[in-house]
C-alpha cells in the first residue's frame, strides 16, 4: 500500500475517534441536564448524510465532509445557525433556558475529553511499549553544533550530562528545550572530558527560530553507508554498504554533517572521496547532482533503549508526558503569531505526516495522543464557532449577570465560522504548496 494512502486511513480512522469521543464529551452532560440533543454526527452532513438513524429525539448519522463533526443541541446557537428554532418561545429542555453552570460544563466537555483521553493514551503506550531512553553512552562522539550553538559556548563532541541540574533521559530533547522552555544552564563534558556549565541566553529560543538552526545540537556518528540507490551515480561510482568516508578532496570527514555539508557546497562537481572497506582505505571519484547528493543512504549507530514500566509507573510518567506536550504546544503557539510562523502552518496533510508510512500500533496511539491534546488546547481558544468561544460569552455571563443577546451571537458565531473557514483554506493551501514544491 502506498505511503500516502497509509497514513490517509490512519489519519481518518484518528480523527473519527477523537471526533466521537469529543461530541461525546458533550452529549453526555447535555443528557445528564435533560437538554435535548436533536444531532449527533461524524463529520459534516451538508445537504446530505451517507447515513443516519433517530433513535429518541436524537439523529445519529455519518456525514460526508470529513472536517470534523458536531452535536446540535436545542435552543443553541451554534453552526446549524437554526434562527427559527431561536425565534420560538424557549423551551425547558433546551440549552439557552439552563443555569449557566450546566451550559458551561455542557461546552467543557469536549475539550475535558480530549484532555483526559490524550494523558491515558499516553499511560496506555508507556505501559504496553515501555519508554525510550538515549544516554550519553549511545552517542560516542558526542553532539555536532551548529553557528548557533557555537555562538553560545557549545563545541563539537560535547555531552549534554545536566540542564538547570537534572539529567536527560532522551539526550536529543535538548533542542526543544532550548527552543521553547525556559533553560537557564547546561552541564556539558567537553570531548577532552572537562565538565563546563554554559549560561543559556534568555532569547535563545527565538534566536533558533529566527535563523532556522531549530536542531542546533545533533548526534554524531561516522559517514558510514547503509546502503547505495541502484539508479544514483555512487552505485555506479563504486560506493558499497559498509564505506566508511573518511575524507573528500583531501578534507577529513568525521561524521554526516560534515559531509553532507560538504557535498552541499560541491553541487554539480567531480569529488574524490577516500572510503575505508575492509580496513583499508579506498579512493572513489563522483560527480555529485545539483542538489550536492551522492544517492547513499547513510547509516546511524544511535541505539534507543527502552525501559519497561509498572502501572503506577506508566500513570506518572504519562502524566507527566502529557502535561508537557501540553506545555511545549502553547509554548510554541507564540510562533504562529510571525510571518515565518505563519508560512509553517499545516492542515490535514502536516496531521497527516505525523503518523508512520506503514502500519504501527505504537506510532498510531502516539500521533493520535499528541491530536487529542492539540484539539483540546484549540478548541478551547476564545474563537465564536469554537467551544472556547461558547465558553468566553458564557463566562461574561457569569461575571457579568448579563447574556448577550441572541442577534449578537448569531453575528459572532457566523465571524468565527468564516474565520475558522479561512484558517482551514489557508492551512490547507500551505500544504498544497509544499507538496509541489517538492
Sequence with gaps: MEPIVMKGIQLLLSLSLLIVLHELGHFIPAKIFKTRVEKFFLFFDVKFALFKKKFGNTVYGVGWLPLGGYVKISGMIDESMDKEQMEQPPQPWEFRTKPAWQRLIIMLGGVTVNLILGFIIYMMILFVWGKNTLSNNALPMGM?????????????????????????????????????????????????????????????????????????????????????????KAFTAGFKPGDKIVAANETIIEDWVELRDFNNEKANQAVQYVVERDQMLDTLYMVLDAEGKMGVIPRSNIKISQVELSLLESIQEGFSYGYWTLYDYVAQFKYVFTKKGASQLGGFGAIGSLFPASWDWRAFWASTAFISIILAFMNLLPIPALDGGHVMFLLYEMVSGRKPNDKFMEYAQMLGFFLLLALVIYANGNDLFRFLSN
Design 144 to 232: 555536532g553544533v551548529s553557528p548557533l550553538a557555537k555562538e553560545i559556548g557549545f563545541e563539537k563532541g560535547d555531552q549534554i550530562l545536566m540542564v538547570d541540574g537534572k539529567p536527560l533521559e532522551v539526550v536529543l530533547d535538548i533542542n526543544k528545550m532550548l527552543l521553547i522552555r525556559s533553560v537557564e544552564e547546561i552541564q556539558v563534558q567537553r570531548a577532552n572530558g572537562n565538565k563546563v556549565t554554559l549560561q543559556i541566553p534568555d532569547d535563545i529560543g527565538d534566536r533558533m527560530f529566527s535563523s532556522g538552526q531549530i536542531n542546533p545540537l545533533y548526534p554524531r556518528f561516522p559517514a558510514e553507508i547503509d546502503s547505495v540507490l541502484t539508479d544514483k
